[in-house]
C-alpha cells in the first residue's frame, strides 16, 4: 500500500514569516493530496487540496505544490499569524476511498 | 448540511464496559471511515464501508473491535469489553468519489 512521510514533525516560525511542509508518497498511481489542519481538540478540517495534474494551487495565503516524477508535494503557507498554529497533515490516495495520512507537523507561530 | 455527526462528545467508562460511538455521515456520502487518533500513533485507520458494506477492516486491532453500518446514514463502533489502552479519539469521516474527508468532531473516549 500507500506510504506518506511528513517532515518537519515540529515547525517553529515568527509570525510574518513563511512555514513550508514537505511530504513524500511511494506509490506513483496516487493522484489526489488532500491537507488537513487539526486545531486543538477540534476535528481535522480540509484546507487546501491538489490533484496529480495540476502542479501547484493557491488560496490566498496558503498553496500546495506537487512533484509527481519526484513523488512530494508540499504546503506553503505565507505571512505565517498566530492562527495558523496548528496541526497539518498531509494525505494521499488514488482511489479516492483510502487515503493514507502522513504522521502530522505541528505548527508553532510565535507572535 | 450538518456535516458529520459523532456521538458522544466524550465517553468515560470502566475497563470491561462495553462502548458504543456512534456517527451519521453527510446525506449523500457514500464512503464512511473509522479513524482513531493517539499521539504516539497519529491518525489509524480502523475500518471503512463503501455504500454501507465494510470494504476493509484489516486496522481493527482486535476482536473487541466491531463496527456496523446498517443504512446509509447510520454506523456504529463498539468495543467491547473497553481496556485503558483503547483511550483515545475516534473520528469518523464521510466522503463521496472525488473529495475529500469530512470528519465528525470525534468522540474522546476515557477507559479507566
Known amino acids: 500500500g500507500e506510504n506518506v512521510e511528513q517532515h518537519p514533525s515540529t515547525l517553529s516560525v515568527q509570525e510574518g514569516d513563511s512555514a513550508v511542509i514537505k511530504c513524500t508518497y511511494s506509490d506513483s498511481a496516487s493522484n489526489y493530496f488532500p491537507w488537513y489542519k487539526q486545531e486543538l481538540g477540534k476535528r481535522p478540517q480540509l484546507i487546501i487540496d491538489?490533484?496529480?495534474?495540476?502542479g501547484e494551487k493557491k488560496d490566498q495565503r496558503i498553496a500546495v505544490t506537487l512533484n509527481k516524477t519526484a513523488k512530494h508535494f508540499s504546503l506553503h503557507i505565507t505571512e505565517t499569524q498566530p492562527e495558523d498554529s496548528a496541526v497539518y497533515f498531509c494525505?494521499?490516495?488514488?482511489?479516492?476511498?483510502?487515503?493514507?495520512f502522513g504522521s502530522g507537523t505541528k505548527l508553532n507561530v510565535k507572535p | 448540511d450538518a456535516g458529520v455527526i459523532q456521538s458522544p462528545r466524550h465517553e468515560v467508562t470502566e475497563m470491561g464496559q462495553e462502548v458504543t460511538l456512534r456517527c451519521k455521515p453527510i446525506?449523500?456520502?457514500?464512503?464512511l471511515f473509522w479513524y482513531r487518533q493517539t499521539m504516539m500513533r497519529g491518525l489509524e485507520l480502523l475500518i471503512y464501508f463503501n455504500n454501507n458494506v465494510p470494504i476493509d477492516d484489516s486496522g481493527m486491532p482486535e476482536d473487541r473491535f466491531s463496527a456496523k453500518m446498517p443504512n446509509a446514514s447510520f454506523s456504529t463502533l463498539k468495543i467491547q469489553p473497553s481496556e485503558p489502552r483503547d483511550s483515545a479519539v475516534y473520528f469518523c469521516?464521510?466522503?463521496?468519489?472525488?473529495?475529500?474527508?469530512?470528519f465528525g468532531s470525534g468522540t474522546r473516549l476515557t477507559v479507566v
Open positions: 446525506s449523500g456520502h457514500d464512503y
Open positions: 494525505a494521499a490516495t488514488y482511489n479516492f476511498n483510502k487515503f493514507y
Open positions: 469521516a464521510s466522503t463521496t468519489f472525488n473529495y475529500g474527508y469530512t
Open positions: 491538489i490533484r496529480s495534474n495540476v
